[in-house]
């Protein structure tokens, strides 16, 4: 027969653990969506790879698919936490059309474009037959007015977020490892 004292101390050390799932919960959601953007690729029941981003922009050569600043993967955080749930989300105003995808027209409205020229500065450094070094800048030399408009646009949908049996399975394994531990 067990000790009363022990069964006092395995129900608050599970009182405990109960407690703290969901922030590990959280946690490991947080991980996982944030993962998802160096995977490149949602994985559920299997793994979807993100479609490719379009390879005419020198820009995007050698940068990951949904990364320019970074601010998208960054701001996937804990947003609210309750002894019974917890939600992992973003405040970010263009995660949703990312994370789902759009397709349709969107109205831009008027604005003022920069028009920029290329000029030649002199770098400070010179040449050994005393020439100064030469680079080119991009200078701002006037704006134009865009009339306001309609685009279509098509985003693809590229998921980093959102219900994932992987995920689950991650949670389930490390609340069994918790409880496994705590009471070895």
Do not use: C
């Amino acid at each position: 027969m067990q000790n009363p004292l022990d069964l006092h101390r395995q129900r608050a050390e599970l009182k405990r653990i109960i407690a703290r799932i969901p922030a590990i919960a959280g946690d490991l959601a947080v991980q996982f969506y944030k993962a998802r953007f160096r995977a490149e690729g949602w994985y559920d029941t299997g793994f979807v790879k993100w479609q490719a981003r379009s390879p005419k922009a020198k820009r995007n050569k050698g940068r990951g698919i949904l990364t320019n600043t970074a601010r998208l993967r960054r701001s996937i955080r804990i947003s609210k936490i309750t002894a019974t749930s917890v939600s992992v989300g973003t405040d970010v105003p263009y995660a949703k059309v990312h994370n789902e995808g759009f397709r349709g027209t969107v109205q831009v409205k008027a604005h003022k474009r920069g028009v920029f020229a290329r000029k030649k500065t002199g770098t400070g450094k010179f040449t050994k037959s005393g020439k100064e070094r030469m680079k080119s800048v991009s200078v701002l030399s006037g704006t134009v007015q865009v009339k306001a408009h309609s685009k279509k646009l098509h985003i693809p949908k590229r998921q980093y977020m959102g219900e994932s049996r992987y995920l689950n399975q991650i949670v389930m394994r490390r609340i069994t490892t918790e409880i496994t531990k705590a009471f070895k």
